[in-house]
């Protein structure tokens, strides 16, 4: 299974942008970058993805490095309910279900 | 609200009894997946079906686990002689099946074994 890394935690000040990271160096040619976020006790939370082109939504931006090895998330103001753990996962065309893949993700506090 | 529906969300249990959850997808989905969260973790894959073939299933689910969806629309996860091990947030998805489409998942059944 293709695999991601991410910090544990990270803060930030409400109203500042923030950039979570993520690396993925076994990343194959197909394999699309997805982040989900999961409030505490809800189900997770679809975000953004994208395949090579960075990527913007109204919840966030998907920064994609050239070589695709990370990626980067982007909530451009964070604001206390963006306090969740953020998952970056890779999924194949197919996206069947056994493509993701989650880890431990990043838990983002956010400081009033 | 047409999100992904579970019921219920919470359980509690003794050791050994039988339990049954159900979730209801989003209606135009045809791909339903299960995934078991323990606390501190990410959800981890247990199983998907492409309307009613159950098509793919994780080593995690054991014997006593079973999933159907009859009619490919709503789908039951059964597990038979509950153990301690057994509890965690049982959360379900669903997705379209054109193209690399996100999954929409519900927000879980609490499974408490005691």
């Known amino acids: 299974d293709a695999k991601t890394t991410q910090p544990n935690s990270m803060e930030s000040n409400e109203e500042e942008p923030v950039h979570l990271p993520c690396n993925h160096s076994?990343?194959?040619?197909?394999?699309?970058i997805h982040w989900y976020r999961q409030l505490p006790s809800q189900g997770p939370e679809y975000v953004i993805h994208?395949?090579?082109s960075n990527v913007n939504n109204r919840m966030a931006s998907l920064a994609i490095a050239e070589d695709r090895k990370s990626s980067t998330l982007i909530l451009h103001r964070a604001t206390l309910r963006d306090a969740a753990v953020y998952y970056c996962?890779?999924?194949?065309?197919?996206?069947?279900?056994?493509?993701?893949?989650f880890g431990p993700g990043t838990r983002l506090s956010v400081l009033p | 609200d047409t999100g992904v529906s579970q019921d219920p969300r919470h359980k509690i249990t003794k050791r050994g009894q039988n339990v049954t959850f159900r979730c209801d997808p989003i209606?135009?989905?045809?791909?339903l997946y299960w995934y078991r969260q323990t606390l501190g973790q990410g959800p981890e894959f247990l199983t998907y079906?492409?309307?009613?073939?159950?098509?793919?299933k994780s080593r995690l689910l054991s014997d006593r686990f079973s999933a159907e969806r009859p009619k490919g629309s709503f789908s039951t996860l059964e597990i038979q002689r509950t153990e301690q091990g057994d509890s965690a947030m049982y959360l379900c998805?669903?997705?379209?099946?054109?193209?690399?489409?996100?999954?929409?998942f519900g927000d879980g059944t609490r499974l408490s074994i005691l």
């Open positions: 998805a669903s997705s379209p099946s054109v193209g690399n489409q996100p999954q929409h």
């Open positions: 076994t990343i194959s040619g197909t394999d699309y």
């Open positions: 994208g395949l090579t």
């Open positions: 996962i890779l999924s194949a065309p197919d996206n069947y279900g056994q493509n993701f893949v």
């Open positions: 209606s135009e989905h045809n791909r």
């Open positions: 079906f492409q309307n009613e073939a159950q098509l793919e």
